[in-house]
């Protein structure tokens, strides 16, 4: 079974400066995708940033970009230039063949 | 983009009623949608996947006659919390789309039972 492990309960970062949040999978799959979700405390889900497996470049989306290691089964993300509007929870998911898995969640705080 | 409208975002309701939660996809046909519990500071817990015309899949552990779902149109998903007791209080969310592009979330139900 898969499954997706953020060992980060609770991140802080000071504002303007650039933070990463772990996330590890384990899946025996080789065709997959991973996300990183933003939930801040309106609890609106929302897409940060998408990864294909089959690609090796990293993607990045303005501010937000991932470091994806997939034989470590790695999917980490960073936050550059980071800003208030950047504290929330933020989840990792796998979706392989038959389920979308959350991880447990990292939340981040900015300091002004 | 993709919009999830979930209905209602908060709801109070006596021990022993029902309540009905609806998702709709307002700008794309959702054969499936799925439906989430959140517990406070957790993460989301995948309670059933609904699919447009058949019966909705539960997850291990989900109550199939305690959480209702019905999947009538293509835009339009159903939770009803039967019997509600204040151990079903908690944050229920929505989504649609699919699992490569990522899905679109609705805003969530507080459920507070009394």
């Known amino acids: 079974a898969q499954t997706v492990t953020q060992s980060q309960p609770e991140m802080s970062v000071q504002e303007a400066e650039t933070v990463t949040l772990s996330c590890t999978y384990d899946t025996s799959e080789s065709d997959y995708y991973l996300f990183w979700y933003k939930q801040p405390p309106s609890r609106q889900m929302i897409l940060v940033i998408r990864?294909?497996?089959?690609?090796?470049q990293n993607a990045t989306e303005n501010r937000f970009s991932v470091n994806f290691q997939k034989a470590a089964k790695s999917f980490s993300l960073k936050i550059s230039d980071s800003q208030l509007g950047d504290a929330a929870m933020y989840f990792c998911?796998?979706?392989?063949?038959?389920?979308?898995?959350f991880g447990t969640g990292t939340r981040l705080k900015v300091l002004a | 983009g993709a919009v999830v409208s979930q209905h209602p975002s908060r709801v109070i309701c006596k021990s022993g009623t029902s309540v009905k939660i609806e998702c709709r996809s307002l700008d794309f046909q959702a054969t499936t949608m799925f439906w989430y519990r959140q517990f406070p500071k957790k993460s989301l817990m995948l309670m059933a996947t609904s699919n447009e015309g058949s019966k909705a899949t539960y997850e291990q552990g989900v109550e199939k006659d305690k959480f209702l779902i019905n999947h009538a149109s293509l835009t339009l998903s159903t939770l009803t919390v039967t019997s509600a007791h204040p151990e079903d209080s908690s944050f229920y969310i929505c989504?649609?789309?699919?699992?490569?592009?990522?899905?679109?979330f609705g805003s969530g139900t507080r459920l507070t039972v009394v």
């Open positions: 990864q294909e497996a089959y690609k090796q």
């Open positions: 989504s649609a789309g699919t699992g490569t592009y990522g899905y679109t």
């Open positions: 998911a796998y979706s392989g063949t038959y389920k979308y898995i």
